[in-house]
């Protein structure tokens, strides 16, 4: 049974920094590329970054690039996402997903129904 377990959310003063970890079981994790996605209180689930299987190539929504930055371990079978500089308008709940990897677009990458499996979703709260 696949799982993403998604942990590190909570709540920072604006400025601060959280990492968030998304570890997975039940797959061959260094086969499949994996995005965070995020969904605040009365909108629709957007696109935050995605890295691929073997780590090389990271992608990034323009609200978060340079702000955020996405990395893996596939030896722990567990994705990262640093998010420094962190602001009000990033509360929300952040969401894992894995895909196995094949050719995407950046287009692909940024696309809810790109992956199979989602975790259930940590909280992250930005005080002003």
């Known amino acids: 049974q696949v799982q993403l377990v998604e942990s590190g959310g909570g709540l920072v003063q604006a400025g601060g920094s959280l990492r968030l970890s998304c570890a997975a079981s039940g797959l061959t994790f260094s086969n499949y590329d994996v995005g965070w996605f995020r969904q605040a209180p009365g909108k629709e689930r957007e696109f935050v970054a995605a890295?691929?299987?073997?780590?090389?190539?990271?992608y990034y929504a323009d609200s978060v690039k340079g702000r955020f930055t996405v990395s893996r371990d596939n030896a722990k079978n567990t994705v990262y996402l640093q998010m420094n500089s962190l602001r009000p308008e990033d509360t929300a709940v952040y969401y894992c997903?894995?895909?196995?990897?094949?050719?995407?677009?950046?287009?692909?990458?940024?696309?809810?129904?790109?992956?199979?499996?989602w975790g259930q979703g940590t909280q992250v709260t930005v005080s002003s």
């Open positions: 890295i691929t299987w073997h780590g090389s190539n990271t």
């Open positions: 997903a894995a895909d196995r990897a094949n050719y995407k677009s950046y287009i692909d990458y940024t696309r809810s129904a790109s992956y199979d499996y």
